[in-house]
């Protein structure tokens, strides 16, 4: 950060002072940290025997991995649906018949101003009502339509600020060549802004993985509600959310930095890249690799 | 529907809804500055330490978060934030967490804010001698917040939604009792869904109405 625009290089009495203030951080941290881990020791936490558990496979085959290939599993799903329908949506939501436009558009609005939750529980409590159905499929479906609904409304919204960041140049090339304006949505614009949005969808994958989480509500055996068993089953709840955290962590952090990295790919080859969050142009004050792209409303392309 | 507004204190639920929101919004809001600044403060342990608490927070479910506070730090530790009330102490941890995960979010809308800020803001402040915590208060921060207004309310309107996750610890709100009017009239399933998913929009529409004509309004003219 030496090349910061925000501060001068410091000189010696400033590099004091930045230690001080770096010591006072380092003090506070380990001092909660230390607060932490006392508190955690006196409630016998810490103890060997509440770790013991991850030595022996039983934790692991009955509730850890099952758990997380149901998280993978539903993620994975969602994810693969809600792209298909993003995709019509979004189409839908560029197309220049009134009677699709509108009411996609009021489609793709609602969806994305309803909690996933409360989707989840609406899906999971109809399909109890099919009595025919296998019981352990239910959550799975409450899940997955939960996230489907709101993630295909997501990328709805991502394919059309795609398509509005190209260059208008390129509709109007489309169409004096002769093409339809179906033909140069489909061949010339669509192309193009899938590839700018590939960095979006692997940050949605994310965002996906963390709601599918949410299923531990409606008693869908994923990664979280699985390390809750276990944790009762064991009575070792602070390792059990701490593994349970590390694991989420590993994958999500692996898939932010995968993200990264084919956005700076396609920057680097001069394509267009937009993100399902949005802010303004930015100039750089600082250098922000991985800017949130949680939950947006407001879709306007994002420029670099 | 009038038998299940009459049955259901359904404007109450909501109102715990809101409640939730704005604590957690305050809290989210002081705690995501404090971490922005730590960001891209001079001293880089600060900046280690920002950077380690937004992807740590960023990468793990919000749900996860909710059950840490309400299992371990309420159920465990016991410890009380003024209220022996235990129902009040649940929501107010519930508080807690909501604003220690969206803080990570308010502090990447606010880097990107202070990215909408040129560079020669910067330097001029730099230029005339003011100090790095000087540069940020007087120069690049409100700057900053008015370039961030729509991230931040994306985050506000994300924010809403996610109260519901608190449901998965049975603390009380919208969602909670939408649950529970399902399992007492499964006949009406649909019509409470509607009633609970309108409710969401005409919390969120306006909100995201307000940020947008605001980040209109107060963007800064370059």
Redesign the interface.
């Known amino acids: ?1 030496s090349a ?5 290089t ?1 000189g010696p009495r ?1 590099r004091a002072r ?1 230690r001080l ?2 010591g006072i ?2 003090v506070l ?1 380990l001092g909660i940290l230390a607060a932490a881990i006392w ?1 955690l020791a006196s ?1 016998g ?1 810490l103890d060997g025997d509440k770790w013991e558990p991850f030595l022996t496979a039983q934790v692991w085959t009955e509730y850890l991995i099952p758990g997380l290939r149901n998280t993978l599993l539903a993620a994975a799903i969602s994810i693969a649906l809600a792209f298909v329908f993003g995709l019509l949506l979004g189409l839908g939501r560029l197309s220049h018949h009134a009677w699709i436009r509108i009411p996609v558009s009021a489609f793709v ?2 969806f994305r ?6 989707m989840m ?2 899906a999971y ?2 399909f ?2 099919f009595h025919d159905m296998p019981g352990d499929l239910k959550p799975l479906l409450g899940v997955i339509v939960g996230l489907t609904f709101y993630n295909s409304s997501v990328l709805a919204e991502l394919v059309r600020s795609g398509v509005h960041a190209l260059p208008n140049g390129q509709r109007e090339a489309g169409l004096s060549i002769g093409l339809t304006r179906q033909q140069t949505v489909n061949r010339i614009l669509l192309p193009q802004a899938l590839t700018a949005m590939l960095p979006g969808i692997v940050g949605q994958l ?1 965002i996906v ?6 299923g ?2 409606i008693t869908y055996p994923e990664l ?1 509600n699985q390390a ?1 068993n276990a944790a009762s089953a064991n009575s070792n ?2 390792p059990m ?1 701490f593994i ?2 590390v694991i ?2 590993v994958i ?2 692996s898939l ?1 930095v995968l993200a990264n990295r084919l956005e700076r790919r396609l920057l680097g080859r001069g394509r267009a890249v937009v993100h399902p ?10 250098p ?1 690799d ?3 792209h ?5 879709g ?1 392309p994002h420029h670099h | 529907m009038g038998e299940l507004l009459a049955n259901y204190d359904v404007l109450g639920a909501f109102i715990r809804t809101i409640q939730l929101t704005i604590f957690s919004a305050i809290g989210a809001l002081i705690l995501g500055t404090l971490v922005a600044v ?10 280690k ?1 920002g950077a380690l608490y937004v ?2 927070v ?7 978060v909710v ?2 506070f309400a ?2 730090v309420v159920t ?2 016991r410890i009380e934030l003024g209220t022996k009330n235990f129902n009040d102490n649940s929501f107010r941890w519930a508080i807690v967490g909501l604003a220690v995960y969206h803080a ?2 308010v502090c ?2 606010l ?9 020669g803001q ?2 001029a402040a ?1 230029s005339i001698g003011l ?2 915590g000087q ?2 208060r007087y120069v ?1 921060l409100p700057q900053a917040f008015r ?2 207004i ?2 931040l ?3 506000l ?2 924010l809403t ?2 109260t ?2 608190v ?2 610890v049975s603390v009380a709100e919208a ?1 909670q009792l ?2 529970e009017m ?1 399992e007492n009239d ?1 006949d009406k ?1 649909v019509m409470i ?1 509607i009633l ?2 309108v409710g ?2 005409i919390l ?2 306006p909100l ?1 109405l307000i ?2 004509s605001m ?1 209109r309004r107060l ?1 800064v003219k370059r």
Do not use: C, H
Not at chain 1, 294 to 298: A, F, G, I, T, Y
Not at chain 2, 40 to 46: A, D, G, K, T
């Open positions: 950060m910061s625009v925000l501060f001068d410091p400033a930045y203030a770096g951080g380092a941290t508190k409630l936490q609005e609602f101003a309803v909690p996933v939750l409360i529980y609406f409590q109809i109890i009502q994310v993985l963390k709601d599918s989480a949410l531990t509500a979280l809750n709840y602070v959310l349970a955290a989420y962590i999500n952090y932010t969050a949005t802010d303004a142009a930015t100039v750089g004050i600082v922000v991985d800017v949130a949680e939950d947006v409303m407001l306007q | 730590m960001r891209v403060s001079p001293v880089p342990l600060l900046e330490l992807n740590t960023r990468n793990t479910p919000l749900t996860l059950t840490f299992f371990v465990q530790f990570s979010l990447e809308a880097r990107s804010g202070i990215n909408t800020v040129p560079p910067a330097e730099r100090t790095f540069n940020l690049v370039g961030a729509a991230p309310g994306n985050t309107i994300a939604k996610n519901t996750v449901s998965a969602s939408m649950s399902f499964s399933i869904f609970f998913a969401f929009v969120t529409l995201g940020f947008t980040s963007v």
